[in-house]
T-cell receptor, first 118, second 113 residues
Framework: AQKVTQAQTEISVVEKEDVTLDCVYETRDTTYYLFWYKQPPSGELVFLIRRNSFDEQNEISGRYSWNFQKSTSSFNFTITASQVVDSAVYFCALSEVNSGGSNYKLTFGKGTLLTVNP | KAGVTQTPRYLIKTRGQQVTLSCSPISGHRSVSWYQQTPGQGLQFLFEYFSETQRNKGNFPGRFSGRQFSNSRSEMNVSTLELGDSALYLC????????????FGPGTRLTVL
């Protein structure tokens, strides 16, 4: 069975600090996708980034960057120069491939509550 | 494009009643998935519909059911409500479900008294 672990329950930083959210996953699939979603107090899950299992190239998108390492089954997410509006719960998720070969189900971690203080 | 919409946003029911939640996917998206979010269990997959057929199902009792219409809109039904069904129910859509990113709606917060 797939599993996603976000060891950090809560993180509090001061505005403009960099913050890294950790994610460790378990899967037997050779093809899978990893995601980060953000959930502000309004409740809607907002898609942030996605990475497939064959692409370990780490990228930067604006203030967001991610570090995907298959050797350690980790998919960490970094926010540079954090802002108050970044305050939310962040979820790491892993997609599961069903018998037909399609990714249909997301397995989520428990989430990390990020509070950015002014 | 408009995002995923869910109605109603808030719902209060009593034990034993049944409830129907509605989800309209992003235009052109044919796959709709439902998730339950509770403080204790976190986010859990309920089921996925594609082309009016339930294609995948999570580990929930038969009291939880759903359907999808020809316009890809989906409804979820919970019968004989229990206190433990109180949760945020999130709907997500994607073009085909295969290797696609799922985009979520704002959710329906259900409270069972």
């Amino acid at each position: 069975a797939q599993k996603v672990t976000q060891a950090q329950t809560e993180i509090s930083v001061v505005e403009k600090e960099d913050v890294t959210l950790d994610c460790v996953y378990e899967t037997r699939d050779t093809t899978y996708y990893l995601f980060w979603y953000k959930q502000p107090p309004s409740g809607e899950l907002v898609f942030l980034i996605r990475r497939n299992s064959f692409d370990e190239q780490n990228e930067i998108s604006g203030r967001y960057s991610w570090n995907f390492q298959k050797s350690t089954s980790s998919f960490n997410f970094t926010i540079t120069a954090s802002q108050v509006v970044d305050s939310a719960v962040y979820f790491c998720a892993l997609s599961e491939v069903n018998s037909g070969g399609s990714n249909y189900k997301l397995t989520f971690g428990k989430g990390t509550l990020l509070t950015v203080n002014p | 494009k408009a995002g995923v919409t869910q109605t109603p946003r808030y719902l209060i029911k009593t034990r034993g009643q049944q409830v129907t939640l509605s989800c309209s996917p992003i235009s052109g998206h044919r796959s709709v998935s439902w998730y339950q979010q509770t403080p204790g269990q976190g986010l859990q997959f309920l089921f996925e519909y594609f082309s009016e057929t339930q294609r995948n199902k999570g580990n929930f009792p038969g009291r939880f059911s759903g359907r999808q219409f020809s316009n890809s809109r989906s409804e979820m039904n919970v019968s004989t409500l229990e206190l433990g069904d109180s949760a945020l129910y999130l709907c997500a859509s994607s073009p085909s479900g295969e290797s696609d990113t799922q985009y979520f709606g704002p959710g329906t917060r259900l409270t069972v008294l």
